[in-house]
């Protein structure tokens, strides 16, 4: 069985950086962390995917601030977060699945793990 749990959320000035953690169980091929901001009707959107050997996938909002890296002897996977902008606020999810594909794709419905979530606020 695969968990995970979140952590690292907290508030930060725009423009900060910060380091979320998910630390997990079990043995996921392909991880990813996905964002949800605060509001009725927001969507739960992707930010980044790694897998086993494919190069990681980003988001076109992260616009390189962000990096996803995953520590498989430690089993924590990570998101280094940089030129923090308060549109970056909401909850962070980090995500898991044993699938593996050729090139990973942060896309909800392809993940069956699921963390609670950590918060990030970025103020401005």
């Known amino acids: 069985q695969v968990q995970l749990v979140e952590s690292g959320g907290t508030s930060v000035q725009s423009g900060g950086s910060l380091r979320l953690s998910c630390e997990y169980t079990?043995?996921?091929?392909?991880m990813a962390w996905f964002r949800q901001a605060s509001g009725s009707g927001k969507e739960r959107e992707g930010v980044?995917?790694?897998?086993?050997?494919?190069?990681?996938t980003y988001a076109e909002f992260v616009e390189g601030r962000f990096a996803i890296s995953h520590d498989r002897l430690k089993k924590t996977m990570y998101l280094d977060m940089n030129n923090l902008k308060p549109e970056d606020s909401g909850m962070y999810y980090c995500?898991?699945?044993?699938?593996?594909?050729?090139?990973?794709?942060?896309?909800?419905?392809?993940?069956?793990?699921w963390g609670r979530g950590t918060q990030v606020t970025v103020a401005s």
């Open positions: 995500a898991g699945t044993r699938s593996r594909w050729a090139r990973c794709e942060a896309s909800s419905r392809l993940y069956d793990f």
């Open positions: 980044a995917c790694t897998g086993s050997q494919e190069p990681p």
């Open positions: 079990g043995y996921p091929a392909t």
